[in-house]
């Protein structure tokens, strides 16, 4: 059967413009909430297919999302590399011992050593294939390099980045050791969701924004890209998302091998379109506080699809959903985006 989502990443004519949500199994569903509580805590849930694949397929029951992404977390990668993970009321995730060091860089597991031990993930993907229904695309995922490599070098979240800034700057050696090191995990963690059942991937970098051009491209972008190529050289018929946050002034240099690009809310679409519409499906972009007002939601998912009328185009967040909107105004915004773009 032929899925909509997937023929979107690929720019093919579909019969609407599909929709999904970054964060769309999350804390704003009711349902969600009582399944994390009855897992005990976050990284429990993660661990735990069943629940995951439970919490996974609740977004496309309850909204009628086009496309189920996986229930998991970018940071059980470092966390199955070696690294003790917490996650800390009001603080977020922890790392314990951040990695500052050759020596500690070179205790952590690497290559596919460290991506098997994510089988949890992969038993989730499987799960989710059974119950997913024929006509919705599942997507895999992973931080980038980059944003993975932050909070190893940072221990947790961060303002300024001043840490794993100063390794950039003043030992880009070890930056680029470790950028490598993580690089290769997240090929095979791919391919291993692939593998598993993941029909599409996207790539996550949250801190992108974190960067001046130059380094970004250094530090970032170019590790993706290798990711990209990687999966793109083994599986063509996967589309592979990239979502760099918070580079709208890098865009003119954008390039790789990849089907879509996931645009920030604070890059106007009509600006991605222009340097990017020809090349790539672009993803995106209403910013996740509209969802709170029904008339802003519209205002803004008309305005984007009359950018993206002439346009190959995918209905997303331009970040995560919130955990206080509420479930009616997600539906709407789901609902609105396929009957505005319906095509004759």
Same mark, same amino acid.
């Given at each position: 059967?032929?899925?909509?989502?997937?023929?979107?990443?690929?720019?093919?004519?579909?019969?609407?413009?599909?929709?999904?949500?970054?964060?769309?199994?999350?804390?704003?569903?009711?349902?969600?909430?009582?399944?994390?509580?009855?897992?005990?805590?976050?990284?429990?849930?993660?661990?735990?297919?069943?629940?995951?694949?439970?919490?996974?397929?609740?977004?496309?029951? =309850?909204?009628?999302?086009?496309?189920?992404?996986?229930?998991?977390?970018?940071?059980?990668?470092?966390?199955?590399?070696?690294?003790?993970?917490?996650?800390?009321? +009001?603080?977020?995730?922890?790392?314990?011992?951040?990695?500052?060091?050759?020596?500690?860089?070179?205790?952590?597991?690497?290559?596919?050593?460290?991506?098997?031990?994510?089988?949890?993930?992969?038993?989730?993907?499987?799960? =989710?294939?059974?119950?997913?229904?024929?006509?919705?695309?599942?997507? +895999?995922?992973?931080?980038?390099?980059?944003?993975?490599?932050?909070?190893?070098?940072?221990?947790?979240?961060?303002?300024?980045?001043? =840490?794993?800034?100063?390794?950039?700057?003043?030992?880009?050696?070890?930056?680029?050791?470790?950028?490598?090191?993580?690089?290769?995990?997240?090929?095979?963690?791919?391919?291993?969701?692939?593998?598993?059942?993941?029909?599409?991937?996207?790539?996550?970098?949250?801190?992108?924004?974190?960067?001046?051009?130059?380094?970004?491209?250094?530090?970032?972008?170019?590790?993706?890209?290798?990711?990209?190529?990687?999966?793109?050289?083994?599986?063509?018929?996967?589309?592979?998302?990239?979502?760099?946050?918070?580079?709208? =002034?890098?865009?003119?240099?954008?390039?790789?091998?990849?089907?879509?690009?996931?645009?920030?809310?604070?890059?106007?679409?009509?600006?991605?379109?222009?340097?990017? +519409?020809?090349?790539?499906?672009?993803?995106?972009?209403?910013?996740?506080?509209?969802?709170?007002?029904?008339?802003?939601?519209?205002?803004?998912?008309?305005?984007?699809?009359?950018?993206?009328?002439?346009?190959?185009?995918?209905?997303?967040?331009?970040? +995560?959903?919130?955990?206080?909107?509420?479930?009616?105004?997600?539906?709407?915004?789901?609902?609105?985006?396929?009957?505005?773009?319906?095509?004759?």
């Amino acid at each position: 059967m032929s899925k909509i989502f997937i023929d979107a990443c690929f720019g093919k004519k579909t019969p609407y413009t599909p929709v999904w949500m970054m964060r769309q199994a999350g804390r704003y569903l009711p349902e969600y909430m009582k399944v994390r509580e009855e897992a005990g805590d976050f990284l429990s849930l993660c661990h735990d297919p069943k629940r995951a694949c439970e919490v996974t397929l609740q977004p496309v029951d =309850i909204l009628g999302v086009d496309a189920a992404i996986l229930f998991s977390d970018i940071l059980v990668v470092p966390n199955e590399m070696g690294m003790e993970l917490d996650f800390v009321k +009001g603080e977020g995730p922890v790392f314990a011992k951040p990695i500052r060091d050759e020596k500690a860089l070179d205790g952590l597991l690497g290559g596919k050593e460290a991506a098997r031990k994510l089988e949890y993930v992969y038993e989730t993907i499987r799960l =989710i294939k059974e119950r997913l229904p024929d006509d919705k695309a599942l997507i +895999g995922f992973t931080g980038s390099p980059w944003t993975l490599a932050t909070y190893m070098v940072e221990g947790q979240g961060s303002k300024s980045y001043s =840490i794993v800034k100063k390794e950039v700057y003043a030992n880009p050696e070890f930056m680029h050791k470790l950028l490598a090191k993580v690089t290769e995990v997240l090929k095979y963690y791919l391919e291993m969701q692939i593998e598993a059942g993941a029909e599409v991937v996207q790539i996550f970098d949250s801190w992108a924004s974190a960067l001046e051009k130059s380094k970004y491209f250094e530090f970032s972008w170019n590790y993706m890209k290798e990711i990209a190529s990687y999966i793109k050289s083994k599986y063509p018929h996967i589309p592979i998302i990239m979502f760099p946050k918070g580079i709208a =002034i890098y865009l003119d240099e954008i390039d790789g091998d990849f089907d879509v690009f996931g645009v920030d809310w604070s890059t106007p679409m009509a600006v991605a379109k222009k340097h990017l +519409g020809d090349r790539y499906v672009l993803q995106g972009n209403m910013e996740p506080c509209r969802l709170y007002s029904k008339e802003a939601t519209k205002e803004c998912v008309t305005s984007i699809a009359n950018t993206m009328k002439e346009g190959r185009h995918i209905f997303n967040l331009g970040h +995560g959903i919130l955990p206080d909107v509420p479930v009616e105004n997600a539906k709407y915004f789901v609902k609105l985006c396929q009957e505005v773009s319906k095509r004759d």
